[in-house]
């Protein structure tokens, strides 16, 4: 079945440390997105990316840093320089370009990071 | 600046009954909006959408209206059921955009 893989679910980290969320996809999506949810606050973008080897900054991109070596992979790095890193992050994707009936993101289930 | 907006944090309804959950939005380019279910450390999954040649979009329990010119969407779901108890969170786009914007959600609780 094709879906979008997060990993790890709960990741602790302590401060001072960077540390990588991954997020997969097999579903051939061109475009990959890192979502940060705070409680109250609903979904801020993070950073995209819409083709492989190109990425923009989201809303609140500072203390954060991705790649997109792969069309498959995505991954976001939480630097230390991140002040409030603890958080729920959330990884989707989507086809950028055609608004068929499977427009729209497909999420994974998500990341709970904490830090200690 | 938030451009989607769903103002009620939290809704309750008695099983049985309807669920209206409201969200607007700023941008008049948006013209593909969506709404999304999760639950407690999950990921949303995808739930309607409706785009703006539209008025109306059903799927079973679950209609959404959009109304242009008030800027604002509705989701209603007929009859609500405890499984739909979850966060509902609105999203918006337009044709150039990048990206969906979402709103903060509403924590609907449907009530046995």
């Known amino acids: 079945d094709g879906g979008i893989t997060q990993s790890p679910k709960y990741l602790f980290r302590k401060e001072g440390q960077n540390v990588t969320l991954s997020c997969e996809q097999n579903?051939?999506?061109?475009?990959m997105y890192w979502y940060r949810q705070d409680p109250g606050q609903g979904l801020r973008l993070i950073y995209y990316s819409q083709i492989v080897n190109d990425f923009q900054k989201g809303d609140i991109a500072e203390g954060y840093s991705v790649s997109r070596e792969k069309k498959e992979s995505f991954p976001l790095t939480v630097t230390s320089a991140q002040k409030n890193p603890t958080a729920f992050y959330l990884c989707?994707?989507?086809?950028?370009?055609?608004?068929?009936?499977?427009?729209?993101?497909?999420f994974g289930s998500g990341t709970r990071l904490t830090v200690v | 600046d938030q451009q989607v907006k769903q103002n009620s944090p939290s809704l309750s309804v008695q099983e049985g009954r309807i669920s209206i959950l409201n969200c607007d939005y700023t941008n008049s380019m948006f013209d593909y909006f969506l709404w999304y279910k999760k639950y407690p450390a999950e990921g949303p999954t995808f739930l309607i959408s409706i785009s703006s040649i539209k008025d109306k979009n059903e799927d079973g329990r679950f209609t959404v209206f959009l109304n242009k010119s008030a800027k604002h969407l509705s989701l209603h779901i007929v009859p609500s059921q405890p499984g739909d108890s979850a966060v509902y969170f609105c999203?918006?786009?337009?044709?150039?955009?990048?990206?969906?914007?979402f709103g903060t959600g509403t924590s609907l609780t449907v009530i046995p």
């Open positions: 989707a994707s989507s086809t950028s370009q055609n608004r068929g009936s499977d427009y729209g993101y497909t």
């Open positions: 579903l051939n999506h061109d475009a």
């Open positions: 999203a918006a786009s337009s044709n150039t955009g990048n990206q969906f914007y």
